[in-house]
């Protein structure tokens, strides 16, 4: 085995590896860093290639030389060798020049390129990272109504008509995402995605890695385990005319046509069955839905059923505020807009600078990692799978912005931010999303703020620090409220009544990141410290 060989291997193994790093789906900020890497990758790569070239046009050289060389040789040899100087440097090639040329020959170019790649290697997603993406592109789908097609050429709404700026998936990727969903049992999902990946093959696409025949088993059965069982003979019969051996089709046609067989013979429940199982089709990705609102989540998210009438819309209003005359604002007060009424929902304009919002991302960056939520049965942190984004804690400590905030936070609010948590900041990822929540703790599950003894969350303040091209709004599902994403903007509102029992009607969710780069900072005020009254402005919760 010659060294290029040994080089093949070694490149696969590395690429074939288990990451160190995961979740890097997750946070769209930290994936910039991976097109830095890649462009490194290529820098290097093309390195190694004219590396290569340079040593193969030197081989090719010296071979047309001998070629010549050798055609005149050979066309009278002893008259050739009779010449003292030609016998001398015959000996003398194959003596040492031969020797010289074999060691360029097996000269590995390759070691700095596959040395970068072995360092860069740590960097790389892992299996992980690629199935959380592509959940995360099936999510999108689901919650902003787009079919395959959309997704698949990359023609997202809001998205840039420049061609440079988008992807298209192929045949190839449009097969993952349907063995991605099949893997998990989602049914509904491999049947849309093998369709598009066979509509594609149809139209001329090529592929050297997937054919109809792999495509046409995959929405054999999910067609099948949908109910859809004429759908499903449909397909096999398709697949046995690519490939008329094929074992496992030519049971399953045996099958389907049998139960088919029986669905005749029963004529009197045949439509009420259909009807079925088309329900069961529409339905399925929503059977057993752990969120009870996820239909009404998912309209919020795409700006349907926004429940604020003319007449509460005509209450609310944009003002100055200097919280009381207070010392910091009477000459330059803060741009106040009311975004609800009923629970009190206000948005701070033009809160914090550009220098302040990217020093905070910078500080955060390096430290960000897969947000957790608090499980309600133990109390503890833990990641979910409903809340994709990274996260990272910045203490007033840790730089002066960091605390300019919080003490512009106090100043605006009039609460005391001293027992508040540190600020947390979040970058949201590939469909980055937060489904419903509260933020404070509720009375039927362990205390998740003990520890602090600080008490409850009695307010929220959430600062946009990036505009989002598409998706990304902050929806309130019991209220039927939705406010968008502006940079240098912050939104607050009262989580406790007054009573300090919890206001229900503040639950939230973060909507999926349909295009763009979501980037915000919470501060979580606690009840220590504070008294209930009217403040910053605020209506005290009804």
């Given amino acids: 085995m010659n060294l290029h060989h040994c080089w093949m291997i070694q490149l696969l193994l590395l690429l074939t590896s288990t990451s160190a790093h995961s979740d890097l789906f997750t946070s769209v900020g930290q994936m910039m860093d991976l097109l830095f890497v890649e462009k490194d990758l290529v820098t290097s790569l093309k390195d190694y290639i004219r590396a290569e070239e340079d040593r193969l046009e030197t081989i090719r050289r010296w071979a047309d030389k001998l070629d010549l060389l050798s055609a005149a040789a050979l066309q009278d040899p002893e008259g050739f060798l009779g010449h003292p100087v030609n016998a001398f440097k015959l000996i003398k090639r194959l003596n040492t020049e031969w020797a010289e040329l074999e060691s360029l020959v097996l000269t590995d170019m390759s070691d700095v390129f596959v040395s970068n790649l072995t360092i860069q290697r740590q960097n790389f997603p892992n299996d992980d990272d690629q199935s959380g993406a592509a959940r995360a592109l099936m999510r999108l789908q689901d919650t902003y109504r787009l079919d395959t097609e959309t997704v698949s050429t990359g023609l997202l709404p809001g998205s840039s008509p420049l061609a440079s700026m988008r992807s298209v998936l192929t045949v190839e990727d449009c097969f993952d995402l349907g063995k991605v969903a099949y893997s998990e049992v989602d049914y509904y999902h491999t049947e849309l995605w093998m369709a598009q990946a066979l509509k594609q093959l149809d139209r001329g696409e090529t592929s050297g890695t997937v054919d109809a025949v792999s495509i046409l088993d995959y929405l054999s059965y999910s067609v099948y385990q949908q109910g859809a069982l004429q759908k499903a003979l449909d397909f096999t019969r398709r697949l046995l005319e690519l490939d008329p ?27 009420e069955e259909e009807e079925q199982r088309r329900r069961r089709r529409e339905t399925h990705s929503r059977q057993d839905d752990y969120l009870p609102e996820r239909n009404k989540y998912e309209r919020l998210c795409r700006g349907e059923d926004i429940q604020m009438t003319p007449c509460r819309w ?93 003490q512009r936070i106090q100043d605006v609010t009039g609460l005391d931010v001293s027992t508040a948590e540190d600020l947390q900041v979040a970058n949201y990822g590939v469909g980055g999303q937060y489904e419903p929540h509260y933020d404070f703790g509720r009375k039927d599950e362990p205390d998740a703020f003990e520890e602090l003894g600080t008490g409850n969350r009695i307010a929220t303040w959430l600062l946009y620090m990036s505009d989002v091209q598409a998706g990304g709004a902050t929806v309130f599902t019991d209220i039927g409220a939705a406010v968008q994403p502006k ?7 009262y989580n406790l009544h007054p009573s300090g029992e919890g206001d229900y009607r503040t639950r939230h969710a973060a909507c999926p990141v349909l295009l763009g780069n979501k980037w915000v900072s919470n501060k979580w005020i606690h009840e220590r410290g504070q008294e209930f009254r009217r403040r910053c402005g605020l209506r005290e919760t009804d």
Wanted: some cysteine.
């Fill in 314 to 406: 005509s209450r609310l209003f944009c003002r100055y505020h200097d919280n009381g005359r207070h010392p910091r604002f009477v000459i330059g007060p803060v741009k106040q807009e009311d975004e609800w009424d009923r629970p009190h929902i206000v948005r701070y304009h033009d809160i914090v600078s550009e220098k302040e919002m990217e020093k905070v991302k910078e500080l955060a960056k390096p430290r960000l990692r897969r947000a957790t939520v608090h499980d309600p049965q133990t109390g503890r942190l833990t990641t979910a799978h409903y809340r994709v984004s990274k996260s990272a804690w910045l203490g007033a400590f840790e730089h002066p912005v960091v605390d300019q905030i919080n």
């Fill in 245 to 271: 051996t094929h074992q496992r089709a030519n049971g399953n046609l045996k099958y389907f046509e049998y139960q088919l067989s029986k669905q005749e013979k029963e004529e009197d429940h045949q439509e």
């Fill in 487 to 493: 940079k240098g903007s912050a939104v607050f509102w």
